[in-house]
């Protein structure tokens, strides 16, 4: 998990104390033993797609699903607007909150910049996080933005979310989006680079106050971070 690591600049880095997992995977005792030792634990589902192998596919209507996902033949993206998936998504809030979970990670939150096969529109996704997110502090569960970084949308999520997990954006130069917005409103940025050197990115990301880390791609072991 990523224990007893330097940080780019060689020193001992501290452990872990937040860990992002599958929400639908994991059970309660996973979460609870990560509380034992004094972790945070966040719950990562999908908020804008429907994947085949989940316990609820069957409950999305065939008209909510909509265009197979690029690069994930298992998932369809869903009609936000649609009541029926704004319910379904609220019982996967509710599974993590019944099982212990601190937070929650959206995937996919921000669906109206992809061809999901909706007229989807960011109006209608920051209307869905909001309701998404009140929901989840009704139940004691904080509330992420999962990348999103078009500095529009994230600036219309700032006062939604809890904070920001976003994915490569030193590679893609996109990090404007965060900085210096989010520090500034006291809200944690966790950065994920897969490819990019630390000694690239983690002065820049220590700078604006970013959580950096790198990662395997395939999530499967070994972290390297920024502080």
């Known amino acids: 998990m990523g224990t007893g690591v330097t940080t780019y600049t060689g020193a001992a880095a501290p452990n872990?104390?937040?860990?992002?997992?599958?929400?639908?995977?994991?059970?309660?005792?996973?979460?609870?033993a990560l509380h034992l030792v004094g972790s945070h634990v966040i719950c990562y589902i999908e908020v804008g797609a429907a994947e085949n192998y989940r316990?609820?596919?069957?409950?999305?209507?065939?008209?909510?699903?909509?265009?197979?996902?690029?690069?994930y033949s298992s998932e369809r993206y869903v009609d936000i607007r649609n009541a029926t998936v704004v319910g379904i998504i609220?019982?996967?809030i509710a599974m993590c909150a019944q099982k212990?979970?601190?937070a929650?990670?959206?995937d996919i939150d921000d669906s109206y910049t992809d061809s999901t096969g909706f007229p989807l529109t960011m109006s209608d996704d920051v209307g869905y996080n909001t309701v998404l997110a009140s929901y989840a502090h009704s139940l004691g569960v904080s509330y992420g933005l999962k990348d999103g970084d078009d500095p529009a949308f994230a600036m219309a999520m700032l006062p939604i979310?809890?904070?920001?997990?976003?994915?490569q954006c030193f590679q893609y130069s996109t990090c404007?989006?965060?900085?210096?917005s989010f520090a500034n409103a006291g809200k944690a940025v966790f950065e994920v680079e897969y490819s990019t050197a630390t000694a690239k990115f983690c002065p820049s990301a220590n700078a604006d106050g970013f959580n950096g880390v790198r990662f395997n791609v395939n999530l499967n072991g070994g972290r390297q971070p920024c502080r």
């Open 176 to 180: 404007g989006a965060f900085s210096p």
């Open 90 to 92: 609220e019982s996967r």
């Open 104 to 106: 929650i990670e959206p």
């Open 16 to 32: 872990p104390v937040v860990y992002d997992i599958d929400g639908f995977d994991n059970p309660a005792s996973t979460v609870g």
């Open 55 to 71: 316990s609820d596919y069957s409950q999305f209507p065939a008209a909510a699903l909509g265009n197979v996902m690029p690069g």
């Open 161 to 167: 979310v809890d904070f920001a997990l976003d994915e």
């Open 100 to 102: 212990g979970f601190d």
